[in-house]
């Protein structure tokens, strides 16, 4: 094993450098969809740190650094491992990066992970500078590989054979004790970088936190889908709060979870050791509309809570069901009655653009936001991301308008509707923020609760995206990255059958993290990490 500080007892290399793509297609909008460290990222960190091994973070995202800032980076660092997260709107970037890395440092191995590698592990691999993809969990399999195992004892792995066919190593056994994870190693990256999103604070400074991995539902649009809920114990959690606060000054938490109060038992063990603790922190979460009672509403509060984000997505109850989501509108109107009624605001995710997706829905779910009285109307471009079911029958029924990933960033309609043109669907989003924000009582509401110059100045800056559809905000440098074709990175024609086969029908992310496709997963269990 390495010694702790690698770096500096050799002198020369690090051992591991995780890098975190750019959002290229979010730039535009991006202080709105907040800006916060890879946690996955830095829980691998802070696990081979553990382990003793010299580790960086370059997140070229938050840094808004361009390709000759990162090359700089690699010359310094001289690292044996990278790895990068891929989420589908990072191929492009993800792929340059790593050409990148090659050329700076050939003989640097390059591990990709991420909810998109781990669907496509066949096609990432076809680009010659991709030496391995991880599927599943990350963090056992970067030990081990950081280690100098042998990649075929590699949990997760999936890699290509000089003769250029692709062996998949089962992935690992699921890990059921978060709590075996070290603290996420945020004293590798600037907080200075970070920021929430405008409508989502209370307090400045802020930093985010998840609790559970997984969801219970079943929504046909998200990755989360299926995928069972894993959580960490209450006390693990408020000790991470702690260490924020104590630590950094933290005064804000963003609780990231698809669904945190899916885990009731936890939520309320944690407000209470919040609530005992008196540490002026405030939070906000995610909440089902079926994941919600008085008893949570008042511990929350109690606890500083000051906001929940409810995706309640459609006020069609015929898209609601086909969506996944068939939670009756009444849950909706008693959560969001019960939230106000203990002083918690509520911010409200609406989709538009399904493929039945019709001028009368549409105006459905503007007036059923406006009827609830939410807080913050947040309203999205249906996508159908890889991994999800919603791809998978967009994909057979032929409805997708395009197949380039790097533009999958909910700004762009990429189905085919029976109803509706995409100029309509684009028309009515602009007219929807325009009547639901340009209201008296709801300006009136956001200027009551106006704390500083910053979140005035947010706000301010969120109207002229939202209303006036005017961004502000200046384009980093990424033109390297942005230019770029998928299908140019991929210099390699991999041999075997899967290769094609793994394409068609595309895979479901729930069935490769239950590996219900490409390998068999062992039992569940609690290894420590």
């Not at 890395?101 to 909810?115: F, M, N, Q, R, S």
């Not at 949570?296 to 000051?306: E, I």
């Not at 997505?313 to 898209?319: A, F, P, V």
Request: with cysteine.
């Amino acid at each position: 094993m390495q010694a702790a500080g690698g770096i500096e007892q050799q002198g020369k290399r690090v051992d591991c450098v995780l890098i975190y793509p750019p959002w290229t297609v979010l730039y535009g909008r991006a202080f709105l969809t907040n800006c916060l460290p890879p946690l996955g990222l830095l829980t691998i960190a802070a696990c081979l740190e553990r382990e003793g091994y010299s580790v960086r973070i370059i997140d070229v995202n938050a840094e808004r650094i361009d390709s000759d800032e990162l090359r700089e980076r690699l010359q310094e660092y001289q690292p044996r491992y990278v790895g990068l997260t891929v989420l589908s709107s990072m191929v492009v970037s993800s792929h340059c990066i790593a050409k990148l890395v090659k050329e700076v440092v050939p003989d640097c191995t390059i591990a990709l992970g991420g909810v998109h590698p781990e669907l496509y592990p066949e096609l990432m691999l076809r680009n010659s500078a991709v030496d391995l993809v991880i599927r599943g969990d990350g963090e056992r399999p970067m030990i081990d590989l950081v280690s100098g195992k042998a990649w075929s004892e590699v949990p997760g792995a999936s890699y290509r054979t000089q003769d250029l066919k692709v062996v998949h190593n089962p992935i690992g056994p699921l890990l059921t004790d978060l709590d075996c994870l070290p603290m996420p190693a945020y004293h590798m990256v600037d907080f200075k970088n970070y920021f929430p999103s405008a409508s989502s604070y209370r307090n400045l400074p802020a930093m985010n936190i998840i609790a559970t991995r997984g969801c219970p539902g079943k929504c046909t649009f998200c990755n989360s889908a299926n995928t069972g809920l894993r959580g960490r114990s209450a006390q693990n959690v408020f000790e991470q709060i702690k260490h924020l606060h104590d630590s950094y000054g933290i005064r804000q938490i963003q609780f990231f979870d698809d669904t945190f109060t899916a885990n009731k038992k936890m939520v309320l063990e944690l407000c209470e050791l919040m609530a005992q603790a008196k540490l002026n922190i405030t939070f906000s979460c995610y909440a089902r509309g079926d994941c919600f009672n008085e008893k949570m509403a008042a511990a929350l509060k109690s606890a500083g809570c000051h906001q929940v984000m409810i995706g309640i997505e459609t006020g069609s109850d015929k898209l609601a069901k086909l969506m996944g989501k068939p939670i009756k509108k009444e849950n909706y109107k008693t959560v969001v009655d019960m939230a106000h009624r203990h002083g918690i605001e509520v911010r409200a995710g609406f989709i538009i653009g399904h493929q039945e997706e019709t001028l009368e829905t549409m105006h459905e779910t503007l007036n059923f936001a406006m009827e609830l009285d939410v807080d913050y109307f947040q309203l999205s471009l249906l996508t159908p991301y890889p991994g999800t079911q919603l791809y998978r029958q967009a994909l057979a029924e032929k409805r997708l308008v395009h197949q380039e990933f790097k533009y999958y960033g909910q700004s762009r309609v990429l189905l085919k509707l029976n109803h509706l043109s995409e100029e309509e669907v684009l028309a009515f989003e602009r007219y929807s923020f325009r009547k639901f924000y340009i209201r008296p009582q709801v300006a009136w509401r956001m200027i009551k609760r106006l704390r500083n110059l910053r979140q005035l100045k947010d706000l301010t800056n969120a109207l002229f995206i939202l209303v006036l559809n005017r961004f502000k905000s200046e384009k980093p440098k990424w033109t390297d990255w942005d230019d770029a074709e998928e299908e140019d990175q991929y210099d390699l024609i991999l041999k075997g059958s899967d290769v094609q086969a793994s394409l068609v029908p595309p895979r479901l992310t729930w069935e490769v993290r239950e590996s219900k496709s490409i390998m068999k997963r062992p039992k569940s269990t609690s290894l420590r990490v």
